[in-house]
C-alpha cells in the first residue's frame, strides 16, 4: 500500500515528515518519565576483551501511527500488548558501549552529553560507576550520524567530551552528511541534522579524525561491517577475542519489541525504508544461525544478549 521513494533515490522526497530530531524532542510529560536501569553499567567478558553497556537515558515518546510507517497503530498496539507492553507510549533507550582490548578503550556511539532532553545525559555518570574516565577513552567508533549517537562527542560549550581519542566515523556516512549542497537542498526540518554533524565532528581532523571504509579492521579483533539503509552509511561494530564474537548493530533495528519482531516493519528514522530491511533480514538470519552476542544502542538495557525465531520474526533474548 505504501510506495515510499526511497531517501537517496528521490532526494528528500521520500524523507517522512517525522524528521528525527523530534525522537528526543518528544519526551510525554502526561504519561511520566522512563525508569532508569537501577545499575546503568554492565560488563560482559568476551574472551580477553571485555564489553561494558551502559546507559545514557531514555525518552519516553507518545506512540501514534507516525511512528512505525507501515504498519496499522491497531497492529502495533496489538504486538505491544502482547508483550505486556504499554500502548500510550514507546520507550526510547540511549545505550553506547566500551570495549576494552589490548589495553585500550572503545567507545561505540556517545548518546547526548549535555545537549538532550533532561531524561539522557547519564553517560558520564554510569561510566564513572563503571571505573571508567572521559579521559580514559582513546578512541569513540560513531555507526552513524543521527543526533543521539553523534551529539555526545561534544559538550554544550562545544569542548571535546573525550579529548584524548580518535574518533572513527564511516566513509559513506561521513561523505553523505559534510556535503554542503544536500544540506542545502535538505527540507527546514532536516537542515539540523547536518547542523548537528557539523558541530559534533567540527575542526576535528589529523590524527583526531579516522575515515573509514566499512569492513575496515580498526584494531586487531576490532572490525567493522556495512549496514546501510537506517542512514546511507550506518555501520556496525564487531569484536572476536578468543574465538567468542560480538556485534554491535547499531540502529538494525530500534526497540526490537516492534522491529524485531516484524523486521519488515520500518521506524519513522530508517531514511531509507526499503534497504534498511534488506539489511535487517540479513544480519538477524546471520546473528540468529551462529546464536551471536549483540548489541543495540536502542535495546532495553542490558542492551546485550541475542535473538532466536519468533513469530514473523526474531525475539530479543537479553544476556543473563
Ligand atoms: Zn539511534
Redesign the pocket.
Known amino acids: 500500500m505504501m510506495h515510499r521513494r526511497t531517501f537517496l533515490g528521490a532526494g528528500f522526497a521520500g524523507m517522512s515528515a517525522l524528521a528525527?530530531p523530534h525522537?528526543w524532542a518528544q519526551n510525554a510529560p502526561n504519561f511520566g518519565a522512563p525508569t532508569p536501569p537501577a545499575v546503568g553499567f554492565k560488563k560482559f567478558k568476551l574472551g580477553a576483551m571485555e564489553i561494558i553497556a551502559l546507559n545514557d537515558g531514555a525518552v519516553r515518546r507518545p506512540l501514534g501511527a507516525e511512528f512505525v510507517t507501515n504498519a496499522a497503530l491497531e497492529e502495533v498496539k496489538a504486538l505491544l500488548t502482547s508483550q505486556n507492553l504499554p500502548t500510550d507510549y514507546i520507550d526510547?533507550p540511549?545505550n553506547p558501549f566500551v570495549i576494552v582490548s589490548g589495553g585500550q578503550r572503545f567507545l561505540i556511539?556517545t548518546g547526548f552529553a549535555d545537549n538532550g532532553p533532561p531524561t539522557t545525559g547519564r553517560l558520564r555518570a554510569n561510566m564513572a560507576a563503571a571505573g571508567l574516565q572521559p579521559t580514559d577513552i582513546n578512541h569513540v567508533i560513531i555507526?552513524?550520524y543521527?543526533?543521539?549517537?553523534i551529539l555526545g562527542l561534544r559538550n554544550k560549550d562545544g569542548s571535546l567530551v573525550y579529548p584524548n581519542a580518535t574518533v572513527h566515523v564511516p566513509a559513506p556516512e561521513h561523505a553523505f552528511w559534510t556535503d554542503d549542497a544536500r544540506m542545502n537542498a535538505a527540507p527546514e526540518a532536516m537542515r539540523g541534522a547536518f547542523m548537528a554533524a557539523r558541530r559534533s565532528l567540527g575542526d576535528l581532523s589529523g590524527s583526531k579524525l579516522n575515515i573509514f571504509q566499512p569492513g575496515t579492521e580498526l584494531a586487531p579483533g576490532i572490525g567493522t561491517m556495512a549496514a546501510f539503509g537506517?542512514t546511507p552509511g550506518m555501520t556496525m561494530v564487531t569484536a572476536q577475542s578468543e574465538g567468542q564474537s560480538f556485534m554491535y548493530l547499531?540502529?538494525l533495528t530500534?526497540v526490537p519489541a516492534l522491529f524485531a519482531r516484524n523486521p519488515d516493519w520500518a521506524v519513522a528514522?530508517d531514511m531509507d525504508a526499503a534497504k534498511a530491511r534488506e539489511t535487517r533480514r540479513a544480519v538477524f538470519q546471520r546473528v540468529v544461525s551462529q546464536k551471536m552476542m549483540v548489541g543495540g544502542?536502542?535495546f532495553p538495557f542490558p542492551s546485550m544478549g541475542t535473538f532466536q525465531a519468533a513469530g514473523n520474526g526474531y525475539q530479543f533474548v537479553p544476556a543473563a
Open positions: 528525527w525522537l526510547i540511549f556511539d555507526s552513524h543521527h543526533g543521539d549517537h537506517h547499531a540502529d530500534n528514522f544502542f536502542h
